[in-house]
């Protein structure tokens, strides 16, 4: 008999998207759990261990969110869980944990029929999961790196974690004139050109806060760094904590334009221009790239 039914799994997922309902921003997958687990009663299976250790319940977890999100319900990334709005439509669609599972199976089976190559069989929520399941262990070693690099970045000191971010604009081309030494610094932290002199606009202005612990960026604050964008400007504003949805809007909707770069974004731009950073830049966040099998993605 299985031990995890489509209704049970319906169950599991329901509740989480509820958890995620309340956090627009997204949430950490490990966050996410510990709050489902204090919404949910855990049976004897799930509350389980394999014998190579680990409880079954996260891999339960896990494994039942494949078929969400590649039907759009759900996005991870770099460790974070968030629900779409497609997700929540679908939580209200769908109050019935059985059908909800289905729908959300129909919607995978659907995306899997048009990819180009076809995809390993990913097994059936009725279904044992495999303790080694390639999908879930590439989650988890995924979520593990992002961890460190971001508690990595989160410790480095400011000007060295400025020096970063003018390193990181040097490999992607841009020719940085100025990096503000310690002290004030008027709300800009690089200046940096298209070409050397500095006779082709626009002038790129950088302001970097490594806030990793601190709330987001609200639109006060981008309100306050494009204060210092005078016409023909471009603004750069670099936030380890990221930014409020309002702020994000605000930056979009603005005459002036402002790029807004989180910690997920500086690693996706650090890592494609990794070949173009000297060896001095690479020591202050020197990564290695990791084949990992992946089968059943």
Do not use: C
Not at 159 to 174: C, I
Not at 281 to 290: F, I, W, Y
């Amino acid at each position: 008999m299985a031990n995890i039914t489509k209704h049970r799994t319906g169950v599991l997922i329901r509740t989480l998207f509820e958890i995620l309902k309340e956090q627009p921003d997204g949430m950490r997958a490990a966050d996410a759990l510990v709050a489902l687990e204090q919404r949910i009663t855990l049976t004897g299976h799930e509350a389980g261990h394999y014998e190579a250790g680990g409880r079954r319940f996260e891999k339960i977890v896990r494994f039942g969110t494949v078929a969400p999100v590649k039907a759009g319900w759900m996005v991870k990334d770099k460790g974070v869980w968030t629900v779409t709005e497609d997700g929540i439509a679908a939580l209200a669609a769908f109050p019935d944990p059985e059908e909800f599972t289905r729908a959300g199976g129909r919607l995978y089976r659907k995306w899997k029929k048009a990819q180009p190559v076809p995809e390993a069989d990913e097994g059936d929520a009725d279904e044992e999961i495999p303790e080694g399941s390639a999908i879930i262990t590439l989650e988890q070693a995924e979520e593990m790196a992002w961890s460190e690099i971001e508690t990595y970045l989160a410790a480095m000191p400011p000007y060295e974690f400025q020096e970063l971010v003018a390193a990181l604009l040097k490999a992607m081309g841009y020719h940085v004139a100025w990096v503000a030494p310690p002290g004030k610094d008027g709300g800009v932290d690089i200046v940096a050109y298209n070409d050397p002199l500095g006779t082709r606009p626009p002038r790129i202005k950088v302001q970097v806060k490594r806030n990793a612990n601190s709330p987001r960026i609200d639109v006060m604050g981008l309100r306050s760094f494009m204060a210092v964008l005078g016409d023909g400007d471009v603004g750069l504003f670099v936030a380890l904590s990221g930014f409020t949805r309002d702020a994000d809007y605000e930056a979009r909707q603005s005459h002036r334009r402002v790029n807004l770069i989180d910690a997920r974004r500086l690693l996706e731009l650090w890592t494609s221009h990794y070949a173009q950073l000297d060896d001095g830049a690479r020591a202050r966040l020197p990564l290695k790239p990791v084949w990992f099998l992946a089968g059943d993605d």
